[in-house]
């Protein structure tokens, strides 16, 4: 998009340069002329204009103007220092103060409250009110998070306008009206809603405070670390606020490019995680059958000895929330120093991966082929696409729970922008409201879903499908622009998406793809190479095993050690609890943990794991940004840095790397991955860099160079389970068997370690629940709150049932992470028997 | 002076309010013209050169703004304002509840005009009776064919729908009244954008006053010159004008704009009581600044008005004779307006809460001189500085009672020093006598 052209302004008798039509109070920073302000907030979308403290004299207009919702023009005479406009705001300080407590002194707010910094600099320095002041009960939950202090509220609207136009989760409301207005909500229900700890840093006063924060720290005492939440893909920029070496809170540290300035609550209160007095800070060593602490030397020769045993017969799993840096070390050690081939760090696949037909032992290329298409440069779109695109599509995700920010971004270009919006999923998505158009496939179709698409698009080779499949494809169809469309995706066989691509035209300027990976880092752990069918760069190499082939192996005995590095596949992998089984078989589990889980109770060796706070690393984002990662609290205990400890462990075995900082081990992944080609911590900075911007990106891998080509696209659409269905097939078959449900699983926002680690969030872990359309839990016999038993092949989950209008009947959801058996059973056709009654 | 009679004209006509006798009377000839005869644009330039202002306010040209809208096959929108709250303004009830049609027709020309193919009339939701009136008559019009998807089968469509307001006075301001509409908390929104440009739903809107839409078939069946033989130059046409409080005959009249203030308060309404004198009078309801007695020779007109400070505004009169107690008056004021203000922006929401706190104090005798001053530059911390001028309706009366009147204000402060007996400190009290017709709010609502 083109800068809007530069004006000229006088704010004040200076010459003022500033963007046309920016607010006066943005282009008279331009001046260095601050301008108060309580109610403007430019992420919050309009201006509003309710606090009326940023008023000023504008030449030609006889009443005074609000300076937050007056767009500049060239030539115009701004004044924000007459007798006039320094009454006015002086007497909006005063009325504000009318009914303001001023109990700074007990105010979580007080020393970085912007009400004190205004009325320090623009309030008439003493009220003329003797009259008694508003009360209200105080302070009172608003949510099991926030506490709320109505006295201390300027009623300014930014919480409640996040809520209604932000969030959308329109909770918040103003209640009452003029003096007695106060914000609640609907008959005092506690506020609960995914990203309502942005209301805390909103408000200008201490009228919304965060329970976990209350009273912990004043302004004096803190410093802020600016680091990167790895909690998942969204990758959000934050500020620590470290008090004697504890992290206390987490604020936004607003990038544009990445979060607009929100935050999601797992990364807002998660950090509790980190200082959770349960850390493993001590390397241990089974010994007797129990861990017991140990030295680092000991500890890693002890591991050293394991592996270099087991040879090429280790496989490596590393878990998303790993650094690129730890990330390459790991598959360094695996492929270099142990010459094995098995490095994996996606918990249920992902793009190309294996398809009934290679079983995921084909050739390296056929998979290698998907990626290279899929994430190529000249399709990539960047979050800030999203503000630009005339369409999206939301492809097989629900960003609510796989990348939260961006269902915010999603919402921000349909509400502001009137982008249209397409939601194709199993399972049906919090965005679906806002959506133009909504198709639900049966879960595991995703691929049949995309070829059918394709088809509707024209892409050349996809037949048009029939039926329900092939009127909703079409309609999805319809609602995307080609040349302007961002398809936001996530999903183990979308090969068809190539040919949607190309017939989008996604290569042109602000058009193109964005993948949810599953983990965190899922994009930069790619790239540096834990993939078993692609090296760092996605170079060549011999071909691994993917995840359930490495369980396979482990199980079978012809896997002998396994290296997890920041992962719990019991919890988190497809399989569950049979990853249990298959380490216990192992002869050597190294287990890189923050926590004792069931992964490390299987394990040998444990290495205590960096919490994100106290890493220093890079990670890349799912657009391709590359952020860093910078210590805010030092570590604790024994704790190392793991590209040291990994490049020690290397060192044990052999492979020396010469690592002996962050920057050196970035040097090192710049190296070997050609399209990273240069990239240091300097270059990177505070807000990032997308390497597709770099000059490096010419060397992204080609197409043609990448082993054989499929030519017949999208032909297999089998989900992952038993039955293939015919091409074409609606995938609404499961509905015709009686008591037959089609599951699909999805990864629920909460059903993640870090919510049972930080106590503030522990109220919302998720139970197992099956999600059921009404029409199918009638025809089960099942109410909700059933208590059931979901079977199939020998593998069953039990959970509670939820009846839910737009679940697509013959299919049923549940939730992974929760350490069940629940993701074995994705796209299998199930049977469900009722085991209780509700509680 | 006798009243001049358009609007009003055979408004005690029994059966006037039915399609039938409207219809025998002439009714809806002028919109059975608009569809068959007329371009839309040469209706705006009728309207437009006819002068016709606003008659819910501001007085804004009425063609002007439907020229505002802005051309092209969007969705446009037509809401005529019947949320008529305003203390003493009773007007536009009596032309719907009398001659429903005759607004409807209005409606349907002016829509046409401004090419809006869905209208509303949000009616203030304690004119219960009223509006069953006129939805009974919007009933009869889709019946006869005067409004729906093909008028009188011209192609042209109007929808009209009747929406009851929640009992707010701020759903009057034009743009709390889209937000009501669509279902939000109503409460005003910043302008720019102007309703024309982006109002309803997003889209172009015209939004006027029951009585300037009641005008419209008059101009269309008249013609504009005609219009402008009536009244003044800026201000033609006549105006129904409701007087109430102190006088001995209240109720609406419809007169030539231009007239003497006097011939309405004295000559049509009879003045005080036998022995009283006038003190005090809003021209323009309770948000306009009062006029003396010295001041009652004004001509009734938008500009005479303005020129005096003042302001013609929904022309609603409310006399205040030597028995009232200015003090006691300027509480009850900025009482109703405590009581209504949305609360969105500071200077109002504090202001008003502010000011009726200090006049309680002044009334109860707790008051000392410099309370007076505070309550004068509280008034002056308001005017201009709100997001929509329901603050200044409540600063400009109570600030011009402080100023004409500050004498009576020190009496109730001297009083606490000598400690004799005051003059009554219930503030309204004085002004029950006032308020026979006019609906000012009790004062003893629930944040009096
Ligand atoms: C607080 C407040 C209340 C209002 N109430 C009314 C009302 O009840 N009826 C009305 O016609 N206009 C009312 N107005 C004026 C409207 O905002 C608007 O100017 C008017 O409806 C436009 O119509 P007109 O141009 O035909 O006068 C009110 C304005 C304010 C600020
Ligand atoms: S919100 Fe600000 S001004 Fe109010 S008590 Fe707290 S620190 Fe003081
Ligand atoms: S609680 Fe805070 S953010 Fe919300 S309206 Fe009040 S002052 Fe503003
Ligand atoms: S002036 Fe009063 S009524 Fe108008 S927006 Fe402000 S608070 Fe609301
Ligand atoms: S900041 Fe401009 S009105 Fe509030």
New binding site residues.
């Given amino acids: 998009m083109p800068d809007p052209p530069r004006i000229t302004l006088l704010v004040d008798g200076v010459e003022v340069e500033a963007p046309h039509g920016a607010m006066l109070v943005d282009a008279a920073k331009h001046g260095d002329v601050e301008i108060p302000v309580f109610c403007y907030e430019p992420k919050l979308g309009h201006p509003v204009g309710a606090c009326r403290m940023c008023v000023v004299e504008i030449e030609g207009i006889p009443k005074l103007q609000t300076a937050c919702s007056t767009p500049v023009r060239d030539g115009m005479v701004v004044y924000t220092q007459t007798e006039r406009v320094k009454e006015a705001q002086s007497a909006v300080v005063e009325f504000l103060l009318v009914n303001h407590p001023l109990d700074c002194p007990v105010c979580d707010k007080g020393g970085e409250c912007p009400l004190q910094d205004v009325a320090m600099g623009w309030g008439p320095g003493r009220s003329r009110s003797v009259d008694p002041k508003r009360h209200f009960q105080k302070p009172i939950p608003l949510s099991p998070l926030i506490k709320i202090d109505r006295e201390r509220c300027i009623l300014c609207y930014r919480c409640v306008r996040f809520s209604q136009e932000v969030a959308e989760d329109e909770q918040l409301q103003l209640l009452e009206r003029g003096s007695s207005t106060f914000v609640g909500t609907f008959d005092n229900r506690p506020y609960i809603a995914p990203f309502h700890g942005n209301i805390i840093e909103l408000c200008p006063v201490g009228a919304l405070t965060s329970d976990a924060y209350r009273f912990r720290a004043r302004p004096w005492d803190i410093e802020d670390a600016g680091t990167v939440c790895t909690l998942c893909p969204s990758q959000c920029n934050i500020k620590l606020t470290v008090r004697d070496e504890r992290i206390e809170r987490v604020l936004a540290r607003d990038n544009v490019d990445v979060d607009d300035g929100w935050l999601c609550d797992k990364g807002r209160f998660g950090y509790q995680m980190a200082e959770s007095g349960q850390r493993i800070t001590e390397p241990l060593i089974r010994a007797g059958g129990e861990l017991r602490p140990a030295g680092w030397a000991e500890a890693l020769e002890a591991a050293a000895a394991g592996l270099r045993e087991a040879g090429e017969r280790t496989a490596a799993i590393v878990g998303g929330s790993s650094s690129n840096e730890d990330g390459y070390l790991a598959q360094r050690i695996v492929r270099k120093a142990l010459g094995s081939p098995h490095v994996e760090s996606r918990p249920s696949g992902g793009p190309g991966v294996e398809s009934r037909r290679t079983g995921g032992r084909g050739p390296a290329g056929f998979l290698r082929q998907g990626l290279v298409e899929l994430s190529a440069p000249r399709l990539a779109a960047s979050v800030s696409d999203l503000d630009r695109a005339e369409s999206i599509l939301v492809l097989g995700t629900d960003p609510l729970h796989s990348m939260p920010i961006l269902d915010l971004r999603i919402r921000k270009a349909v509400r502001l922008r009137g982008a249209r919006l397409a939601v194709a999923t199993d399972r049906p998505s919090v965005l679906d409201g806002g959506a133009e158009e909504t198709a639900r496939y049966a879960p595991g179709f995703v691929g049949g879903f995309v070829s059918a698409l394709a088809a509707e698009l024209g892409a050349a080779g996809y037949e048009r499908a029939r039926g329900e499949l092939g009127a909703d494809a079409e309609r999805i169809a319809g609602a995307l622009k080609p040349g302007s469309t961002v398809i936001v995706w996530a999903g183990p066989d979308a090969r068809g998406l190539v040919g949607c691509a190309r017939a989008l035209r996604l290569e042109e300027d602000g058009a193109g793809l964005i993948e949810v990976p599953e983990g965190a880092n899922g994009r930069g752990l790619r790239e540096v190479g834990c993939l078993p069918v692609a090296g760092p760069g996605l170079s060549d190499v011999e071909q691994g095993l993917d995840a359930s082939g490495i369980r396979d192996a482990l199980e079978a005995g012809s896997l002998e050690a396994a290296l997890l590095v920041n992962a719990d596949p019991i919890r988190d992998f497809a399989g569950g609890p049979a990853w249990g089984e298959a380490l216990g078989k192992a002869k050597l589990v190294l287990a890189v943990s923050m926590f004792e889980d069931a992964s490390t109770r299987q394990a040998d060796v444990v290495f205590p794991a960096e919490s994100y706070a106290e890493k220093e690393g890079t990670v890349t984002h799912p657009d391709g940004r590359l952020q860093r990662l910078r210590p805010g609290t030092p570590h604790p205990g024994g704790v190392r840095p793991m590209w040291e400890v990994l490049a020690e462990l290397g060192a044990l075995l052999g492979e020396e790397t010469g690592v002996e900082s962050a920057p050196d081990a970035l040097a090192a992944i710049a190296s070997e991955v050609p399209f990273y080609a240069g990239i240091s911590h300097e270059e990177i900075g505070g807000t990032g860099i997308r390497w597709q911007e770099r000059a490096a990106a010419r060397y992204w891998p080609r197409v043609d160079d990448v082993g054989a080509r499929d030519e017949v696209p999208g032909r297999e659409v089998e989900p992952a389970g038993r039955t293939a269905p015919e091409p074409g097939d609606t995938g609404g078959r499961a509905e015709d068997v009686d008591g037959v449900i089609r599951v699909g699983t999805y990864r629920d926002l909460w059903a993640a370690e870090v919510t049972d680690r930080s106590p503030a969030l522990r109220f919302l872990a998720p139970r197992q629940a099956l999600e059921l359309a009404p029409r199918d839990a009638a025809r089960l016999g099942l109410g909700s709150g059933h208590e059931v038993e979901v079977r199939s092949n020998g593998t069953s989950v039990r959970a509670r049932v939820s009846i839910h209008e737009r679940v697509k009947p013959g299919s049923g959801f549940l939730i992974e992470g929760l350490g069940d058996r629940a993701a074995s059973l994705r796209g299998e056709l199930v049977e469900i028997s009722k085991a209780g009654e509700p509680e | 002076m006798p009243e001049t009679r358009m609007l009003y004209r055979r408004v005690d006509e029994p059966g006037l309010a039915s399609i039938e006798t409207y219809r025998r009377r002439g009714g809806y000839r002028s919109l059975t013209r608009t569809v068959k005869e007329i371009e839309p644009e040469e209706l705006l330039t009728t309207l437009q050169d006819s002068g016709l202002r606003?008659?819910?306010?501001?007085g804004?040209s009425?063609g002007k703004?439907a020229s505002f809208l802005p051309r092209g096959d969007t969705d446009k929108f037509l809401c005529c304002?019947a949320?008529?709250?305003?203390p003493g303004a009773f007007k536009d009830r009596e032309l719907m509840q009398k001659n429903p049609h005759q607004l409807i027709e209005g409606v349907a020309i002016a829509a046409i005009a401004a090419g809006a193919g869905w209208a509303f009339i949000f009616i203030r939701g304690e004119y219960a009776e009223v509006a069953d009136i006129l939805e009974g008559a919007v009933a009869e019009a889709y019946g006869a064919g005067f409004l729906g998807a093909d008028i009188l089968g011209s192609g042209q469509r109007v929808e009209l729908v009747v929406h009851r307001g929640a009992g707010a006075?701020?759903c009057?301001?034009?743009t709390a009244l889209l937000d009501s509409l669509e279902g939000k908390r109503g409460n005003p929104r910043l302008k720019p954008p102007f309703p024309a440009i982006q109002g309803l739903y997003g889209g172009p809107t015209l939004?006027?006053?029951v009585e300037?839409l009641s005008n419209v078939p008059h101009i269309v069946a008249n013609g504009a010159d005609w219009f402008k033989g009536f009244g003044t130059e800026q201000s033609p046409g006549t105006k129904v004008v409701s007087v109430s409080g102190c006088v001995q005959r209240p109720g609406n009249y419809e007169i030539e704009l231009g007239i003497p203030s006097r011939e309405l308060i004295y000559g049509l309404a009879g003045g005080p009581p036998e022995g009283r004198e006038v003190k005090a009078w809003f021209p323009g309801g309770s948000s306009a600044p009062v006029l003396t007695a010295a001041e009652l020779d004004l001509p009734y007109s938008f500009e005479a008005l303005a020129d005096a400070g003042s302001m013609l505004g929904s022309g609603s009169i409310i006399v205040a004779d030597d028995q009232v107690s200015i003090p006691a008056l300027a509480l009850r004021t900025a009482r109703f307006y405590h009581h209504e203000s949305c609360g969105k922006c500071t200077p109002c929401r504090e202001g008003t809460n502010w000011t009726v706190k200090m006049l309680e104090r002044v009334l109860s005798r707790e008051a000392t001189p410099m309370d007076l001053d505070i309550i004068a530059s509280v008034q002056d911390n308001i005017i201009g500085h709100c997001l929509?001028?329901?603050g200044d309706?409540m600063a400009m009366p109570v600030s011009s009672m402080v100023k004409k009147f500050r004498p009576e204000f020190e009496e109730y402060i001297r009083r606490v020093a000598s400690d004799s007996p005051g003059l009554g400190s219930d503030g309204a009290a004085g002004l029950h006598a006032l308020t026979g017709t006019s609906s000012l709010a009790p004062a003893s609502g629930p944040h009096a």
Avoid: P
């Fill in positions: 606003g008659r819910g306010g501001a804004f009425m703004k304002n949320d008529e709250s305003e006075y701020i009057g301001e034009e939004i006027n006053n300037t929509c001028v329901l309706s």
